[in-house]
């Protein structure tokens, strides 16, 4: 029994090992081709380094015979592609404008849903049932769906261009306040009900008992929507024609579109747009995890 | 209740508002201007120019240049495929995580990053490593199979966690008793785990139906549709025909509430399916 149990766990650690490599290598391939130079890129698409920093190319360099390291451009530096990206290719901008959209609609979307969530939770007022059972079927609808409706309205409120028109319509979602709805109902009453003789009014209960006790759900949505944000790619591409307003997401399909597309430098932008998301996700991973779950328990 | 002051009785109005002015924005009210739309001619910026009653739904199902029903065969080819894909990736790679004695958080950290990379980042770079692969997306037959298997690729690692929190809900004690009446591991996956797991199950097919219905950013930025239109799916046919060719408003509208019914019939008739099938109660 112990050795039939112990092969399948070798088994099963092979296969993730195996699986892990399937997932890791267009990582390896992004990183690897954005620090490529462009000739380089053009002529080896295959390899993940650079024959300039490949063992063998070192090893016959040492040797004092004819290699990569002889080959024009292998003095290209590691951040070369990366500085161009920023200084050619505006990146940096990209990068501000999809952090910015992401902060604000974070914060903004954080606040409101908290709002209605605390009132569906707590409050009795006439129409509460419907408005949350209307609020649930908006979550019914797909959002290709409402692409071009959405645009209407955003070409309706003269919004078409701004980044006004970016924002609004991520601003307050069904799923969000869904979320923290449960996690308030979860808070026990008791506590509200002391703090109400010690004279907290409901604004007062809501940011000194309620909040505190809530954080892994509101961490969890800021994360979920934070990412949101940063990954959206189709409204801002509608939206905007602007180039200035752009996120990264657009900025990179409007490098991908242009004839002479410098690949490696598009790879590196690439790498920028994707490293601080990674980077959030490693800080604050348990509470993705613990969010990704509990929708899967939705059902 | 109804002698409480005028401001306490309006007060929770005033917290539900934003939010519900926003998602009844760009939900209903937006879904009402499209439904109007959809039965006029439109022009993304000069505006509307008259009613055409059915035409646009009618020349999206009956015309012969009407691309609908070739980008909804894609489309759905595209589903299954990808539906295929995770189901048969997802589930064994979660049986196999809980299986492996280390490195389980390094895997489960690992394979959900395709999942927080933004969709244009993985499209720009699959769109070599198909190219390396033998030219995967130049050929009309392997181009869609090609894009579902970076839905696929993108999908597994969170449909992997999810499963992972409806495998670790699933009471111990069920096994060992299936393990005393001497179930082989196959039959307490086919008795025990699939039976249980049917919640989770049901949540990431319809999840992954309905992204996959809307796939749009794979083949924005690696095929537009080619080639030979051979990769053309609703969500790109309705992108273009709003927002490249002028005057399509009305009917990109039609062809989008084409689309939602498409998805809501899938849906109905997934939950139908799902509903059917009986289960061990407590």
């Not at chain 1, 979860?186 to 809501?206: F, K, Q, V, Y």
Request: aromatic letters at 14%; glycine letters at 8%.
């Amino acid at each position: 029994m112990s050795s039939r149990f112990s092969r399948l766990s070798v088994t099963a650690l092979v296969v993730m090992v195996l699986g892990a490599v399937v997932v890791v290598y267009p990582y390896a391939y992004m990183v690897g081709s954005s620090i490529k130079t462009r000739k380089e890129f053009a002529e080896d698409k295959i390899s993940l380094v650079p024959a300039r920093y490949q063992i063998s190319q070192r090893l016959l360099h040492a040797r004092g015979e004819p290699s990569a390291l002889d080959w024009p451009g292998s003095d290209w530096s590691v951040v070369r592609n990366y500085v161009d990206a920023i200084r050619y290719g505006e990146v940096d901008r990209y990068l501000a404008n999809s952090f910015i959209y992401a902060v604000i609609i974070t914060s903004l979307q954080l606040f409101f849903n908290v709002l209605a969530a605390y009132a569906f939770a707590r409050m009795e007022f006439r129409g509460r049932d419907l408005l949350f059972t209307l609020l649930l079927c908006t979550m019914m609808i797909p959002p290709a769906v409402l692409l071009i409706p959405n645009f209407l309205v955003i070409r309706e409120l003269g919004l078409v261009d701004s980044v006004s028109g970016v924002l609004l319509p991520s601003l307050a979602g069904a799923f969000g306040i869904f979320l923290l709805r449960q996690a308030f109902l979860n808070i026990p009453t008791e506590l509200e009900h002391a703090a109400r003789i010690d004279g907290c009014g409901s604004w007062g209960i809501l940011f000194n008992v309620i909040l505190p006790l809530s954080k892994p759900a509101l961490i969890t949505l800021g994360l979920f929507t934070f990412m949101g944000a940063w990954n959206m790619f189709e409204w801002p591409l509608v939206v905007l024609s602007n180039q200035d307003y752009y996120p990264l997401t657009v900025g990179l399909s409007l490098f991908r579109s242009e004839t002479s597309a410098d690949w490696p430098r598009i790879f590196a932008a690439s790498v920028m747009g994707a490293a601080p998301l990674i980077f959030l996700f490693l800080l604050a991973q348990r509470y993705l995890v613990g969010g990704i779950s509990l929708s899967g328990m939705k059902t | 209740m109804s002698l409480r002051p005028l401001r306490q009785r309006l007060l929770p109005y005033a917290y539900v508002a934003p939010a519900l002015i926003v998602t009844g924005l760009f939900s209903f009210v937006s879904m009402g201007i499209s439904f109007y739309t959809s039965f006029h001619n439109f022009d993304a910026f000069a505006g509307e120019s008259g009613y055409v009653g059915l035409a646009n739904y009618q020349r999206a199902l009956f015309e012969p240049d009407s691309y609908f029903w070739l980008a909804l065969r894609h489309t759905v080819v595209y589903v299954v495929l990808s539906v295929a894909g995770v189901l048969l990736s997802a589930l064994p790679l979660a049986l196999l995580c809980l299986r492996a004695r280390y490195g389980q958080a390094i895997f489960r950290t690992l394979y959900f990053l395709p999942s927080i990379t933004p969709g244009v980042v993985l499209a720009l770079v699959f769109y070599h490593i198909f190219g390396v692969w033998g030219q995967l997306l130049d050929s009309s037959s392997t181009a869609l199979p090609a894009l579902a298997l970076l839905g696929v690729w993108a999908g597994a690692g969170y449909n992997m966690v999810i499963f992972l929190a409806g495998l670790t809900e699933i009471p111990r004690h069920l096994y060992d008793a299936a393990e005393i009446d001497g179930a082989g591991r196959l039959q307490q996956f086919r008795h025990i785990t699939l039976p249980m797991l049917r919640n989770t199950l049901v949540f990431v097919t319809v999840m992954t139906v309905i992204g996959s219905f809307q796939v749009f950013t794979s083949v924005y930025i690696m095929t537009s549709g080619g080639p030979e239109r051979s990769t053309e799916v609703i969500a790109y046919t309705i992108f273009i025909n709003a927002f490249t060719v002028a005057g399509q408003m009305g009917y990109a509208s039609a062809l989008a509430w084409l689309l939602f019914g498409v998805i809501f019939a899938f849906v109905i008739v997934q939950m139908k399916i799902f509903r059917s099938r009986k289960v061990y109660d407590e």
